[in-house]
């Protein structure tokens, strides 16, 4: 049996984040919405001084490519549907 690890990364602008604090609710709300719903590990990587722009990295480890892919294009989904933020860039990879 294999370990098969996704690796998602965003690039999120939080929309009307005026202050550090305003945009680190937010990523941080979205974080732990995120954990919870989807058994995933997930940090802000990137990014981390402005203010209104991040970078997020969603890891999910299984024993199936597919069910990886599965997991994390949803997580994805979940992310762009949240109004609070503009999603840029998405990257998938799977080791």
Do not use: C, P
Request: glycine share 6%; charged share 25%.
């Amino acid at each position: 049996m294999s370990a098969i690890v996704g690796l998602l990364t965003l690039s999120l602008h939080v929309i009307d984040a005026v202050t550090l604090k305003d945009k680190r609710q937010v990523i941080k709300s979205l974080i732990g919405r995120i954990e919870h719903r989807y058994n995933v590990s997930v940090a802000e990587v990137g990014d981390l001084g402005s203010r209104s722009d991040a970078e997020v990295a969603v890891a999910f480890v299984a024993n199936e490519e597919a069910h990886v892919h599965r997991v994390l294009n949803e997580v994805a989904r979940f992310i762009e549907a949240d109004s609070r933020a503009d999603v840029g860039t998405v990257e998938i990879e799977v080791l």
